[in-house]
């Protein structure tokens, strides 16, 4: 696997966009399931790194076009050549940058008033995170062939509301662990905690049928760069389940209880769960930009 400026490129410029657009969803999730339990200066709090978030996933959203208009040049004179531009605007990606950046504009209410996001709102993050599904790999599959591989896109959208749901509770989490009393934050992680349940099993399932779907036979995860790179993955998602088992089974239920040395133990756990994700998504930009599986061919 050779891998080129364009390509180092796509895959940062998707990292981020990854990371912006599916922790701002997330963070408008946040903001409607905990709002029982959150002051407005907390709302407050969460929402002005939110809506930095929105403008970095809009940017790289442009920029994503603007890159690959480049990389089919091979040359950066691509960005600004309008016939290119249109291509890609007009096709896959330009429509889910336009669906994105639509949703994420949808949830900016949420970010500005001092009360629970409204549904449309709600809404519009989830149209966001979803439309990672309607590019790709997930979208090739499901174009040429019916049956599981249809609803492949379909399975990659729950699989990503999913993932912003927990990538996106990371920064609230963290900022309500600097602000909140021990019980009070307490009452804030047990909420997420009883959600993360089911949304964990979604998270799987759906992650594992995609797998399944994409991958030709089950020697190509350790006989393809494709496999190999999806292994990575599966072991930093490994390593993030046993970092939120840890706090939900060991930290949380000390902190109900009050203890101040649990809080600051929650905010290393939080910090860890950060870089582990980065690495996930890292990776994901990885597997679905350097290599494509055999199961599509």
Not at 119 to 134: K, Q
Not at 193 to 217: D, E, K, N, P
Request: contains cysteine; charged residues 15%.
């Amino acid at each position: 696997m050779n891998l080129g400026i364009w390509d180092a490129a796509a895959v940062f410029v998707k990292t981020a966009l990854y990371a912006a657009t599916l922790s701002a969803a997330g963070g408008v999730f946040f903001l409607g399931y905990s709002r029982s339990l959150l002051e407005p200066p907390d709302r407050l709090a969460i929402a002005r790194p939110l809506g930095i978030l929105v403008a970095a996933a809009i940017a790289a959203s442009a920029a994503r076009v603007l890159l690959i208009a480049a990389s089919m040049s091979e040359d950066a004179a691509g960005m600004l050549d309008a016939r290119l531009l249109a291509m890609v605007w007009h096709g896959g990606e330009g429509r889910a940058a336009a669906l994105r950046t639509g949703g994420l504009l949808l949830a900016i209410p949420a970010l500005v008033r001092r009360g629970p996001p409204g549904w449309l709102a709600i809404v519009g993050a989830a149209v966001a995170a979803t439309s990672f599904a309607w590019v790709g790999h997930v979208r090739a599959a499901a174009q040429t062939a019916a049956g599981a591989r249809a609803a492949a896109p379909l399975l990659l959208g729950v699989h990503v509301l999913a993932v912003a749901f927990w990538l996106g509770a990371l920064g609230p989490l963290a900022i309500e662990a600097r602000r909140r009393a021990p019980r009070e934050l307490g009452a804030v992680a047990v909420r997420f905690g009883r959600i993360a349940v089911a949304v964990v099993g979604a998270l799987l399932a759906a992650g594992a049928a995609v797998l399944w779907i994409l991958l030709g036979s089950v020697s190509e995860l350790w006989s393809s760069d494709y496999g190999r790179i999806a292994c990575a993955k599966i072991a930093l998602v490994a390593c993030l389940l046993a970092l939120a088992a840890w706090n939900k089974l060991r930290l949380v239920p000390r902190i109900v209880g009050g203890d101040p040395l649990a809080v600051l133990s929650l905010r290393r756990s939080i910090r860890a769960e950060m870089l582990a994700a980065v690495l996930i998504l890292l990776t994901t930009a990885a597997l679905t930009t350097l290599a494509g599986p055999q199961g599509l061919s």
